[in-house]
């Protein structure tokens, strides 16, 4: 399967207007065996801010931090959401990833047996 997840700076795209204030949305696209997907992270940064190649924003200041965090946050879940739903033996698409990302997946809802029981162990345990 071949896959990716890219971090973008609509920069590029003509639809796309640079703000007033000279920022510019971020966007991740899923593309899955050449199917795409995106949606806007809801975050802004400035079009000098943004490393095309590393697909993180630039600098070590708090602003670049916090959002590189969050941004890594982003591919973790959708890697964490991959993993789910081939567990579940799921054939994956960009678009089903995209319902998974936004726990529009009823399956993925849903808590397996093992882990209600895992759970309660645990629990037990702790007693």
């Not at 973008?8 to 199917?35: A, C, F, H, R, Y």
């Amino acid at each position: 399967m071949e896959r990716s997840f890219i971090f973008n700076s609509l920069l590029n795209k003509e639809k796309v207007k640079q703000e007033k204030n000279g920022n510019t949305p971020i966007e991740v696209t899923i593309t899955i065996n050449g199917e795409r997907c995106s949606f806007s992270t809801g975050k802004q940064i400035k079009v000098t801010s943004w490393d095309k190649n590393r697909q993180l924003v630039k600098g070590k200041d708090e602003e670049a931090t916090s959002l590189n965090n969050y941004l890594k946050s982003v591919r973790a879940k959708l890697y964490e959401k991959e993993a789910e739903l081939l567990d579940r033996g799921f054939i994956i698409t960009a678009q089903l990833l995209y319902d998974a990302y936004f726990d529009k997946v009823e399956c993925l809802k849903e808590r397996s047996l093992l882990s209600v029981l895992e759970e309660h162990n645990t629990e037990r345990k702790a007693w």
